[in-house]
């Protein structure tokens, strides 16, 4: 579903969150309760599951993977899985694309695993190498620690494309990833534009990443955007059984966030020295692909910002989910929008690498 978001009224907003009759039904039967109290336990049983999910990994006989490892700027080896084709010894072999995907989590659980189906989905389509990198994660390593890793991480992927990593960047230069993931890729697109990084990035990729800005901050939007916020404050997204109230205490926790910090939420960006911005501090930025769920507390911001984008002359592209929550395609296999989201996810990259 597509939409321009200032052209939808108040009532229509408020409409994405209302729930489909399919996930209604399913959502009945979900039962994920922690006491969200007790952080220590809470985010055991969280990475139990991570675990859980990655010994259950099913490799694929057409897409080779191996581990290289970056240096954060504190000398930590931050680990990076890559997937790239079986077919690469050919010799009439077409150019490699690069995309780099981080994984989401709140920034206190995740690991490369959690891309690594859809990496293998891309290898085999475009040919692409894919590059998963770590991030240190919260509470042992507060805010800005899992942004920063990123950023070095797209750094030495920048530095060693074409010859560790044996992509190239010239077909493609593409970034991104889901929830925290999201605005670790959004973050370093800006920063690799504020630093003119070489090869430049072309593409981002933004799948329900959190764009929130602190209230002080968010006062300051003009009024067209400040009047549709409306999502952090709907029941529908407040009830989220994907990202409930005390999972998200948790998070907020545990990362010790600085809600001033442009790490936090690239939605206005400052200006850099020498560069024009544009009139939110996105000009520049590369061609974008958004997803967006409607009863997800994060949905509004993110309409906003894609709408910024477009206002500083930057190509996006969005995807809308009505009536799920953050993340559904995770829990909720069985929708069809599930399906949905993976066929948009292919056909958004094929925009990105202009296929």
Not at 88 to 115: D, H
Not at 181 to 205: E, M
Not at 220 to 232: A, I, T
Request: charged content about 25%; aromatic content about 8%.
């Amino acid at each position: 579903m597509t939409m321009e978001f200032t052209t939808l009224t108040r009532e229509q907003i408020l409409d994405l969150a209302k729930p489909t009759e399919e996930y209604a039904r399913l959502r009945k039967d979900f039962n994920f309760e922690l006491d969200w109290d007790d952080d220590e336990e809470a985010l055991y049983t969280l990475r139990q599951f991570v675990s859980l999910q990655e010994s259950a990994d099913v490799k694929d006989a057409e897409v080779d993977e191996e581990t290289q490892h970056a240096t954060a700027e504190d000398g930590t080896k931050l680990l990076l899985r890559v997937f790239r084709s079986t077919h690469r010894s050919q010799a009439q072999e077409p150019a490699s694309p690069l995309i780099v995907l981080f994984y989401g989590g709140g920034y206190v659980l995740g690991n490369p695993v959690m891309m690594a189906k859809l990496a293998r989905s891309l290898v085999k389509r475009f040919n692409a190498v894919v590059v998963a990198p770590t991030y240190r994660l919260a509470p042992e390593y507060h805010f800005p620690t899992g942004v920063n890793d990123g950023w070095d991480a797209i750094r030495w992927i920048a530095e060693h494309a074409t010859t560790t990593l044996k992509a190239d960047p010239v077909k493609g230069f593409v970034i991104g990833g889901i929830s925290a993931g999201g605005n670790i890729a959004n973050v370093s697109t800006h920063l690799a534009r504020d630093s003119d990084l070489q090869p430049p990035i072309t593409g981002s990729w933004l799948s329900v990443p959190s764009v929130r800005l602190a209230p002080q901050l968010a006062a300051k939007l003009p009024q067209k955007y400040h009047d549709r916020l409306l999502s952090e404050g709907q029941e529908e997204e407040i009830d989220s059984p994907t990202l409930p109230p005390g999972m998200r205490k948790l998070i907020d926790r545990s990362n010790k966030r600085d809600p001033n910090s442009r790490l936090a939420s690239p939605m206005i960006w400052p200006p850099a020295s020498g560069i024009e911005t544009g009139e939110y501090g996105h000009k520049g930025m590369p061609r974008t692909y958004s997803q967006v769920c409607g009863a997800d507390t994060g949905r509004d911001g993110l309409l906003v910002y894609d709408d910024m984008l477009k206002a500083d002359g930057v190509p996006t592209r969005l995807d809308v989910y009505p009536g799920l929550p953050h993340a559904f395609w995770h829990p909720f296999k069985q929708l069809p929008e599930a399906k949905r989201w993976e066929q948009d996810t292919l056909d958004g990259f094929a925009w990105l690498l202009q296929k």
